[in-house]
T-cell receptor, first 115, second 113 residues
């Protein structure tokens, strides 16, 4: 079934550790996104990528980095995790970032707890 | 003020009831509007797009009021399976020229037997 795969599903991490959340899509979508979801704050955009080889900063990029080496993969890295990065992380994709419809398909999410 | 605001609820309604949610947005340049549904501990999924003339999909009706900058979602004949959080999503051109989706924090609906 076409869609987005995220890994890990959940992770408990010690503060200061490095962590990479993986995201792979098989829909050949050009645009990919990373959001974090926190209670009462909704989904907030961390980083995005319009197409392979390009990335951009979203609303809350500090402490996170991304890369887009190819169309399918869009990993999110926390270089040195802090407790405030405890959240549910969703990867998403859309055909094109600047299309009027811009419907997002989401992965199942990665629940990260930083202690 | 948040760019997209929703009443968090919860809205507790009996089966068969009609329920309506509103969502207000602050960016007058917003061009596309959507409702997503999110079940507990699951990912958001598109419920429906919202068109200027309003649109209906079965028991669901979405409307847009550009003058007052709000969109609404009406659910008729509520089912237990409608219990979820409904996210209002607005797409606008930013100063950078890029379009950006902004999500509301969601309205929780609980349909009771």
């Amino acid at each position: 079934i076409a869609g987005i795969t995220q890994a890990p599903t959940s992770q408990i991490l010690a503060a200061g550790r490095r962590m990479t959340l993986r995201c792979t899509q098989d829909m050949r979508h050009n645009a990919m996104y990373w959001y974090r979801q926190d209670l009462g704050l909704g989904l907030r955009l961390i980083h995005y990528s319009n197409t392979a080889g390009t990335t951009g900063k979203g609303e809350v990029p500090d402490g996170y980095s991304v890369s887009r080496a190819n169309t399918d993969d869009f990993p999110l890295t926390l270089a040195s995790a802090v407790p405030s990065q405890t959240s549910v992380y969703f990867c998403a994709s859309s055909e094109n970032v600047n299309s009027g419809a811009n419907v997002l398909t989401f992965g199942a999410g990665s629940r990260l707890t930083v202690l | 003020r948040k760019e997209v605001e929703q009443d968090p609820g919860p809205f507790n309604v009996p089966e068969g009831a009609t329920v309506a949610f509103n969502c207000t947005y602050s960016n007058s340049a917003s061009q596309s509007f959507f409702w997503y549904r999110q079940d507990c501990r699951k990912e958001p999924k598109l419920l429906m797009s919202v068109y200027s003339s309003g649109n209906e999909d079965g028991r669901f009706t979405a409307q847009l009021n550009r003058a007052s900058q709000y969109i609404s979602l009406l659910i008729r004949d509520s089912k237990l399976s409608d219990s979820a959080t409904y996210l209002c999503v607005v797409n606008a051109h930013m100063d950078t020229g890029r379009r950006a989706l902004t999500f509301g924090s969601g309205t929780r609906l609980q349909v009771q037997p």
